[in-house]
């Protein structure tokens, strides 16, 4: 089997972001200091919370539909591992992030490389280690 897995894709993403000694240069200082703060015009959380949950406890918007449906192509986890997973990457990762992963998993390779040139250092070893912590994190809650 010569095909790499949209995991494998990932754990070698999480390999080069840990190996990467240089910075970012086309990272301004600002963008740093907007994802921190939490808020920009992109920010998925703009907005507040009281009207993009459901009784299921996940963002309503179009993101986490399209999240579970690519984990569940990509991999073997239960709906429940991946609506948890959407959950966290609705919580933890920026838009960036999200959107590569999505791409990742639906093995969308020139999607994932023009997310990838826009992401910085931060979003994309968050992305890279997103899968592995994140089921961590859902297991212990019991959403197998």
């Known amino acids: 089997m ?8 990932l754990a070698a993403l999480a390999l080069a972001a840990c190996n990467n000694d240089s910075p970012d240069t086309n990272d301004s200082p600002d963008e740093s200091a907007i994802e921190s703060n939490g808020g920009s015009a992109t920010d998925s959380n703009a907005g507040g919370t009281d009207d ?15 999240f579970v449906a690519a984990c569940l192509s990509a991999s073997n986890l239960s709906r429940s591992m991946c609506d948890c ?3 966290k ?18 093995e969308e390779t020139q999607a994932a490389m023009e997310l990838r040139v826009r992401m910085n250092m931060e979003e994309t070893a968050a992305a890279a280690m997103f899968m592995a912590n994140a089921s961590t994190q859902c297991a212990r809650e019991g959403r197998q």
């Open 89 to 106: 990457a609705d919580e933890g990762l920026s838009a960036n992030s999200r959107d590569f992963l999505i791409a990742t998993l639906n």
């Open 85 to 87: 997973l959407a959950e």
């Open 52 to 66: 993009r949950t459901t009784e299921t406890g996940t963002p309503s918007g179009n993101t986490d539909d399209e």
């Open 2 to 9: 010569n095909k790499l897995t949209p995991l494998a894709i």
